[in-house]
Structure formats: structure tokens, C-alpha cells
């Protein structure tokens, strides 16, 4: 169980910490305003923060699906965009944080069903 949350944690706080940097840091956008793109990349991030750090089980199930958004994302920016380095990081990241969650909600499962025959 604890190799799902670090890996979920590393994930999460890595993707955060990659959005942030890059886009306020490395390389603003053009386009848009930087807090525009911000509050729509980080917001949806913000929502499982206490949740992940309580430990919970469904939170870690929620924010498994969250990772595949940021997946999706980390795709589109690698295969279209100029900065293929932020999507391949994006999607690294995003994969680290599905991964731990997935592995966290199972170790937690196999605890349960464990708990009633000790």
C-alpha cells in the first residue's frame, strides 16, 4: 500500500509542480492569459488534495480518472506541440499518478478482504 501512495503523491505533487513551472515559469503562453490557463490546468488538480493526503480509498479511485484527463492532455501536447518535452513529462506524470492510485485502491481492497478472516 505505501508504494501506491508514493507513487501516487510523487505523481500528483510532480504533475502540479510541472504545470505550474511551465506555465508561469519556462514558457507562458501567447495566446491566453498565464492565470486563465492555470486556473483551467491546476483547479481540477486542487479538488483530491485533501483527500489524497487523508489516505482515502475513493479519493485515489476519483483521481485515477482526473489522471487520465491529464494524460490525454500530455498526449496532445507531445504529438502537436511544440513543446514535446511538457507533454512527455505530462504524461509520465500523469501515468505515475494513475499507476499509484490504481495500486493504492487495490492494496487497499486486499486489506479489507483480508480483515474479516484474521
Do not use: N
Not at 492565470?35 to 483530491?48: E, I, M, N, Y
Not at 488534495?49 to 475513493?58: F, T
Not at 489522471?67 to 501536447?77: D, E, N, P, R, S
Not at 511544440?82 to 507533454?87: A, K, N, P, S, T
Amino acid at each position: 500500500m505505501r508504494a501506491g501512495r508514493w507513487l501516487t503523491l510523487g505523481g500528483y505533487f510532480g504533475l502540479f509542480f510541472l504545470i505550474l513551472a511551465w506555465t508561469s515559469l519556462i514558457d507562458p503562453p501567447q495566446h491566453l492569459p498565464r492565470s486563465l490557463v492555470l486556473l483551467v490546468l491546476l483547479l481540477p488538480l486542487l479538488a483530491p488534495l485533501r483527500g489524497l493526503l487523508h489516505g482515502r480509498q475513493r479519493t485515489h479511485a476519483w483521481t485515477s480518472l482526473l489522471a487520465l484527463l491529464y494524460v490525454v492532455i500530455g498526449i496532445t501536447l507531445a504529438a502537436v506541440a511544440e513543446d514535446r518535452l511538457y507533454g512527455l513529462l505530462m504524461l509520465v506524470l500523469a501515468l505515475v499518478l494513475f499507476s499509484g492510485c490504481l495500486l493504492y485502491v487495490r492494496a487497499f481492497g486486499w486489506e479489507r478482504r483480508r480483515a474479516p478472516e484474521a
